[in-house]
């Protein structure tokens, strides 16, 4: 005779997902919803020089020297037409009037990168460091 044994079988509790998905998914919008991101430029720190206290307040600001780099090496300064040459000796003489000038380098949209290099070069050789770039259309 044969005995057959009574299996047990043990029945193992499953652990419900679905609701822990919910939450999960609740604390995730949670936190992208209140996340607020930091301003990186509101950080940055930037050295602004203080006033000069020697210098008069109701001195007029300087004089701005523009020059204009055209397509194909050409130049301006103050819209009269200028041959390289000329545009260095200018600045040099520039320099030698008043060391601070403010130069303003205008490059038009088509004009090539090395004319602006060797401008830039002309004003360190006279010893010009007040220069600001800007870019036109």
């Known amino acids: 005779m044969s005995r057959k044994r009574g299996r047990k079988t043990s029945k193992v509790d499953e652990v419900p997902l679905t609701p822990m998905i919910d939450v999960v ?4 919008v949670y936190f992208v919803v ?3 991101p930091m301003d990186i430029l509101t950080a940055l720190s930037v050295y602004r020089p ?3 206290a020697t210098a008069k307040s109701d001195a007029p600001p ?3 020297v523009k020059i204009t780099i055209f397509n194909g090496g050409t130049f301006t300064m103050n819209e009269k037409p200028l041959a390289r040459a000329n545009l260095r000796n200018m ?3 520039l320099a030698d009037l008043n060391p601070s000038q403010t130069i303003m380098l205008q490059c ?3 004009s090539e990168h090395e004319h602006l290099i060797t ?7 006279a010893g010009l460091n007040n220069l600001s770039v800007i ?3």
């Open 91 to 93: 600045l040099f003489t």
């Open 50 to 52: 203080s006033p000069d």
């Open 108 to 110: 038009t949209a088509n």
């Open 119 to 125: 401008l830039l070069d002309m004003c360190s050789e």
């Open 34 to 36: 209140t996340f607020e």
């Open 62 to 64: 300087p004089e701005v």
């Open 25 to 28: 998914f609740q604390l995730l």
């Open 135 to 137: 870019s036109t259309n």
